[in-house]
């Protein structure tokens, strides 16, 4: 059967000459697999649909669903709210880089979760359209996906009490931990002020809580990048 539904673009890999498979996490059936052919290729036309495969692209879908079926195929696309910014601004993309891995690693659910999904479209909107103080965009995003994962620090030492559980809490600055409180209840419209020594370490420990509580999070490789853009 034939369903519409909306998606994120997670990632795709080349499969044979001129297709792909791509991950999407969609709004009614969550994380699903797509063969997608003629794709790939040096004409204009084959350009102009492997754009729409892009991470993180928000998409209009007409899809094939079989459940368990691996993989699916989709009938009909469109991208009617095209990214204005990402796409075209390094520190942006850098970020967009780093969240992709996040999401890469943390949506695996093949099933629809209608909230996790709007608070993702909404927050890649938000992203796209935000013109200064995006810097701590990536921090805000891991703190509010949390609650839909189900494991949501209430407060900073909620979350540094179990990352330093088991190998000894360090002194942890009183400012990093207001800076932490501030970014858990902020908008990302908010600009809460840190220095970079300060965001790093927020992130590490992010990334602990992360490995703590998603199986086989393990390590980022978009992370270095991350860390000197963001310098």
Do not use: W
């Not at 699903?32 to 794709?39: A, D, K, L």
């Not at 999401?103 to 200064?132: A, I």
């Not at 900073?156 to 970014?183: M, S, W």
Request: charged share 25%; glycine share 4%.
């Amino acid at each position: 059967m034939l369903h519409k539904t909306r998606g994120i673009v997670l990632n795709f890999i080349k499969y044979r000459e001129t297709s792909i498979v791509t991950r999407i996490y969609t709004e009614d059936f969550g994380l699903q697999s797509y063969i997608v052919n003629g794709v790939r290729g040096s004409n204009k036309r084959s350009k102009s649909k492997i754009s729409f495969f892009q991470p993180l692209t928000l998409l209009e879908l007409v899809v094939y669903y079989k459940r368990n079926a691996g993989l699916n195929r989709i009938s009909e696309i469109k991208c009617p709210e095209p990214y204005q910014s990402i796409p075209y601004d390094f520190r942006k993309s850098s970020i967009a880089m780093f969240v992709t891995e996040v999401l890469n690693k943390c949506l695996k659910e093949e099933e629809s979760n209608t909230n996790q999904f709007e608070f993702l479209r909404y927050s890649l909107q938000m992203f796209d359209h935000l013109e200064g103080h995006y810097e701590n965009f990536h921090l805000q995003l891991m703190l509010k996906l949390s609650r839909y994962l189900g494991f949501a620090p209430a407060t900073a030492d909620d979350l540094f009490n179990e990352v330093y559980e088991y190998i000894g809490k360090p002194t942890i600055d009183e400012q990093d931990r207001q800076v932490l409180d501030l970014l858990l209840q902020s908008p990302y419209t908010s600009s809460v002020k840190m220095s970079n020594a300060t965001r790093r370490l927020l992130l590490d420990d992010l990334i602990k809580y992360y490995q703590r509580h998603v199986s086989g999070f393990g390590e980022l490789k978009s992370i270095a990048v991350l860390r000197e853009i963001l310098e």
